[in-house]
């Protein structure tokens, strides 16, 4: 096995590099008059197409946890991980019809500054440096880190070599705002899914030959015959796997929560489709959706078909990292069979999406320490060009904190899917019931907001460590914890996400009726008290679709309705 990339190999990754960077100056040079427009640089106001958000919304949220990451859940767990990528294509529809015409309604540019709108600047400010914290010591060093040790693995370039590359080429790019990402977006998806889709045509491939069959679609059918445990979207208790992906939960529990939040209340995704019109933002979260269903194909289906040529006897030793098993070796490990040239293809997919991401987290942590710490709390004076210079030093002092504590974080030993999941697990329920109670419900207050922020971050952190104290089987029966593979009966993460944004929800309606605010807030440039006010200007007809919208949402729907039915 080659792991080092040949002379065609990059000539190709050249020739991908070229074409992103050339376009991206295109684009910067023909929008340069408007880069000390602090929304434009931020959100491209008014300047992106339905499919460049779309296409944005892909390339920001596909990287190397799923590349990697995901692949190696595809090799250890099988298709059930692609929950994660389904079910975020049910989410986009609902977030297109029911938050985004709220933000664009209340003219809502940045998470924090919901949060100061809806409730006090209190709330508004904890949450914006926590943000802050979150995307650069958890995100983006891990993306940077998966990244750099993906491509480290593929190429033989030296670790700390790969990581300063891939974060000088993202800052390259964020440097020329949401314009430049978003339409470099575009070309990076073409490649991550161009590139990725070899590297599947590759695998399923190798499976049919090592059955000394041929085509890609027999190789699909001798893994659900090889490998049938890997092909069911539902998990039962009795699974290794189901702590992971507690069964109906995909459906119908706390994967809603990991997916609302994240499509729907992230500055980093949802800052794609701030500076556009109702009609072209929705396009493109439609867009998105489409391509969610695609993901699986890309990332998880490499992952099962290493396991079975590993099951077979093939690369062994390659899947092995320090004496043990590793899957998140399945993606490299085939990349690394490519012939020359595919190589090099499958390389600039795996870089894209790598860049693609660091660029949009890099944007989104710029655009909130410049509108929201910055002009809100140290230089309230500070015009739009001195917003733009700051927000540009912001992405440069970022990369480089994450280059130098990735490597302390222990991201290897999680693995980065997990490690994002886990940490950004412990505030999504309380974040998440914060912001649709402040959507749709217009007597929550500040307080409810303060308990569901740091009281659902309590009972997270409780819920995890509670297995250390007492012993949970008794609720075993009733679904609600399984053992661990020490034997120690946990809650499942999922199911934990569940239970804690329930008594948020719960916490914040009794809070709420019981100390009604009586403090003055300026919504919309009015004076009004924020406990009696409606808080956002909010009406049914915001929420009706178009006809257009409507059909292609019942289609995804009945995409899904199909392929959780043919592989429950």
């Known amino acids: 096995m080659q792991k080092s990339l040949q002379f065609l190999d990059y000539v190709v990754f050249l020739v991908y590099f070229v074409i992103v960077a050339g376009y991206g100056l295109y684009i910067y040079k023909k929008k340069k008059r408007e880069t000390t427009d602090s929304k434009d640089f931020f959100l491209a106001e008014g300047s992106l197409t339905w499919w460049a958000i779309g296409a944005s919304l892909i390339a920001s949220n596909i990287s190397a946890e799923q590349f990697i990451g995901m692949a190696g859940s595809g090799f250890n767990i099988g298709l059930a991980i692609s929950t994660y990528e389904w079910m975020a294509a049910a989410t986009l529809i609902i977030v297109a019809v029911f938050f985004l015409p709220i933000y664009l309604k209340n003219k809502i540019y940045t998470m924090p500054q919901f949060l100061l709108t809806r409730y006090n600047k209190t709330v508004s400010t904890i949450m914006a440096v926590f943000w802050l914290l979150l995307y650069v010591v958890v995100n983006l060093t891990s993306i940077l880190y998966l990244g750099a040790l993906a491509v480290n693995t ?18 390259i790019i964020t440097l020329g705002g949401m314009k430049v990402i978003g339409y470099t977006d575009v070309i990076q998806v073409f490649f991550l899914i161009l590139g990725g889709l070899v590297t599947t045509y590759l695998a399923l491939s190798l499976v049919s030959e090592h059955f000394g069959e041929t085509g890609v679609m027999k190789g699909f059918s001798l893994m659900t015959k090889n490998a049938e445990e890997h092909f069911h979207m ?125 660029a949009g987290k890099a944007n989104s942590i710029s655009t909130i320490f410049s509108l929201d710490i910055y002009k ?156 009696e006010s409606k808080g956002l200007e909010v009406d049914a007809s915001m929420f009706k679709p178009s006809t257009a919208f409507t059909v292609i949402a019942l289609l995804i729907c009945g995409i899904l309705t199909a392929l959780y039915t043919i592989f429950w």
């Not at 670790?159 to 800052?171: H, K, S």
């Not at 320090?322 to 085939?334: M, S």
């Open 154 to 171: 593929i190429s033989g370039i030296p670790f700390f070599v790969c990581m300063t590359l891939i974060a000088v080429f993202a800052i």
């Open 234 to 358: 539902i998990l039962k208790k009795d699974n290794p796997h189901y702590l992971d992906l507690p069964g109906l939960t995909v459906l119908v529990g706390g994967m809603w929560i990991v997916n609302l939040n994240y499509w729907g209340c992230n500055q980093y995704i949802t800052q794609r489709a701030l500076g556009a019109d109702l009609k072209t933002a929705r396009s493109g979260l439609l867009f998105a959706g489409f391509l969610k269903l695609l993901m699986p194909v890309i990332v998880v289906l490499p992952g099962i078909a290493a396991y079975v040529l590993y099951k077979e006897g093939v690369f062994s030793s390659e899947m092995m990292k320090a004496g043990e098993l590793n899957p998140d070796n399945a993606y490299p490990v085939l990349m690394n069979l490519l012939p020359a040239g595919m190589k090099g293809l499958a390389f600039a997919a795996l870089t894209a999406a790598v860049v693609a991401s660091l």
């Open 376 to 531: 809100e709390i140290f230089n309230k004076s500070a015009g739009e060009k001195e917003i733009v210079n700051v927000g540009r030093v912001v992405v440069i002092v970022a990369m480089i904190l994450a280059i130098i504590i990735s490597p302390f974080l222990g991201i290897d030993k999680k693995g980065g899917f997990q490690f994002i999941q886990e940490y950004t697990g412990f505030v999504s329920p309380g974040i998440f019931a914060m912001f649709l109670l402040g959507f749709f419900w217009k007597k929550t207050t500040s307080n409810a907001a303060l308990f569901a922020m740091i009281g659902g971050f309590l009972m997270s952190i409780f819920l995890k460590f509670l297995p250390n104290w007492t012993d949970l089987s008794s609720l075993y029966d009733l679904g609600m914890a399984v053992p661990n593979a020490a034997g120690v009966y946990e809650i499942p993460f999922l199911d934990r996400m569940g239970i804690v944004f329930a008594v948020c929800v719960v916490g914040m309606i009794i809070i709420s009726i019981a100390a009604p605010a009586k403090k003055q807030v300026i919504v919309g440039g009015t004076l009004v008290t924020a406990g």
